[in-house]
């Protein structure tokens, strides 16, 4: 018998993980969304799925109960629907556990940590799954759906959840944010942001393979404070700051005997 | 007649060259280093190819004679060796035109934007190469060389080389360690860096696809400061410094009316 799923959510997370959990052998039971529009558009993806905008009409039979919601927004639907025997389930990074207590006495989280935009194909096989769960067997029955989905599954309790929002933030959100500066010094020169983009993959390949610290290159690495300042000169006064500050810190990390 | 090139070095990106030339259908005459172990090693791999170790030994007949050694050893490769008919180009992003002159009265810089590893495969194809000669006819040759093995040719004097470096070193070297403060966060709970690359790549493809301005998001976005301050408690101070700044300067690039 297939794995029955009830998938509580209609947006892009959620439709991800429905169309993964079908792909990888399971039932999607019923579709919910608030919208009946939106939650129709999913189940008409799905075989043989019920959309329901009205949580009183959730089956009670379902294996997991997946809320893929507005973090806000879980423990509103954890409270509003029936409570049932199946696992109830969340993939938000950022909220805790306990907020899945009035849907069922098996609670699970199920945090994959990537992107997901609505017409980018995702390779879910290769998307980190954080799991924690209410107690040892759901915990291993969680696990067991997350491994039909990806073969990198981990456990992160709440505060481990935060330490992956922390690396989530440095290694994406400031990154990006120094990608949004390399393209406007490069725009003031003519060049597309995509000229330093082959570059930029082989820096990610080389600190996947060796580590990010042994990977360390540049200026501040070579302690060539006459590069660095003409590099300050050239920046506007805030990004020379930051250039200065992040300098430093390489030097610091990597104990050289240099200050900027 | 297949082009005649010189390459002048035996290191990584003279290697890679000298085979994505031959690749290009070019002959490479002679490999020149002061080891000639190295020279005979590159020229080994390469079809019909003399390693020397003496500049006096170079050919007079060569179209192209490829300078590609540490930027500190150009100019005085460019001094040692006997002058030239053909175009004399270096490699370096940071090494000027006039480094050449006294090699030839046709010198130019085939600046390839993207990191060498000896062992790791580079699509060439993808790299984009900088070109600037002495004259037209030189800069529309070295073009053509540079057309060979890439589609990604622009122009770039001294002056925008330098900007390509800053951009490589915003973009790629504080980025790296950007990751590998990431990597020091994760490792404390017991998590390779590994677990963010998917969501790293996914950043990347978003920030080319639609520009980095546009792909920011993350607490800063949302200036979500109890977040923020949240995670600053759990950074070392220098790093809880530096998440401030750098959550600042997003909040003050997208014009939010906030600030930590």
Not at 197 to 202: D, G, I, S, T, Y
Request: with cysteine; net charge negative; hydrophobic share 45%.
């Amino acid at each position: 018998m297939l794995p029955e799923i009830v998938i509580i959510g209609a947006g892009n997370v959620a439709t991800h993980l429905a169309h993964a959990f079908q792909n990888a052998g399971c039932h999607i039971a019923q579709v919910y969304s608030r919208s009946l529009d939106h939650a129709s558009r999913l189940a008409s993806e799905l075989k043989d799925s019920q959309p329901i905008d009205d949580l009183s009409l959730l089956t009670k039979e379902a294996d997991l109960y997946l809320i893929s919601v507005a973090d806000a927004a879980v423990a509103t639907i954890a409270e509003a629907m029936p409570k049932v025997k199946g696992i109830v389930a969340h993939t938000s990074g950022s909220v805790p556990l306990a907020a899945l207590t009035p849907a069922s006495d098996r609670t699970a989280v199920l945090y994959p940590l990537q992107t997901f935009t609505r017409d980018a194909v995702v390779d879910i096989a290769n998307v980190p799954f954080f799991t924690e769960a209410s107690d040892a067997k759901t915990l291993e029955d969680i696990d067991s759906f997350a491994r039909r989905l990806s073969d990198k599954v981990y456990h992160a309790d709440s505060d481990k959840r935060k330490t992956l929002h922390i690396a989530g933030v440095l290694s994406c959100n400031f990154v990006n944010y120094l990608w949004d500066c390399t393209a406007q010094v490069l725009a003031a020169d003519g060049y597309d942001f995509s000229v330093v983009e082959p570059l930029v993959r082989a820096t990610l390949d080389k600190a996947v393979a060796i580590g990010p610290r042994a990977a360390q290159t540049g200026p501040a690495m070579r302690c060539d404070a006459e590069v660095m300042r003409q590099h300050m000169e050239r920046l506007d006064p805030d990004k020379a700051r930051i250039y200065c500050e992040l300098s430093n810190e390489i030097m610091k990390t990597h104990k050289l005997d240099c200050k900027l």
